[in-house]
């Protein structure tokens, strides 16, 4: 999945939460307020997102916008780059990581063992990964 910035994540957390097209006017005026960018500032993100194919502009008396991807979808790609390129792929990494430096509390990993306990599937030997000695690779 092609990058997001996080200058052109502002736009896209605002198509996201709307869950509509949105003329530009509406997203320039939220980030004026918000963060105090300037119209050719935004104009050009806009432009960036569209060009990435990230976002679309639909062609009516006044050009709206939408995303192409989901919020979700983003998150689930940007997750897996991270955990790919600071974990070694190990998502059980992560956790351990996050785990010994405090990050998640009693509650957290309470909460976190019933996701695995009621939520996920067992994972199948078929979707593991083997070396050809046999060995498992991570």
């Not at 918000?34 to 502009?57: E, F, H, Y």
Request: proline fraction near 4%.
């Amino acid at each position: 999945m092609t990058k997001i910035a996080d200058s052109e994540l502002e736009i896209m957390r605002i198509l996201w939460r709307e869950g509509r097209p949105m003329p530009f006017g509406e997203i320039r005026a939220e980030l004026e307020d918000k963060i105090g960018w300037k119209k050719s500032t935004i104009q050009t993100l806009v432009s960036r997102l569209r060009d990435k194919g990230i976002i679309t502009a639909h062609d009516k008396y006044v050009t709206m916008y939408s995303a192409n991807i989901s919020q979700e979808e983003y998150i689930q790609s940007e997750g897996q780059s991270f955990i790919d390129k600071m974990f070694d792929g190990s998502a059980k990494n992560l956790v351990a990581s996050l785990c010994r430096g405090g990050k998640l509390d009693e509650d957290d990993i309470d909460e976190l063992k019933t996701f695995f306990k009621v939520d996920m599937p067992p994972p199948s030997f078929a979707a593991r990964s083997h070396s050809p000695e046999g060995g498992n690779i991570r």
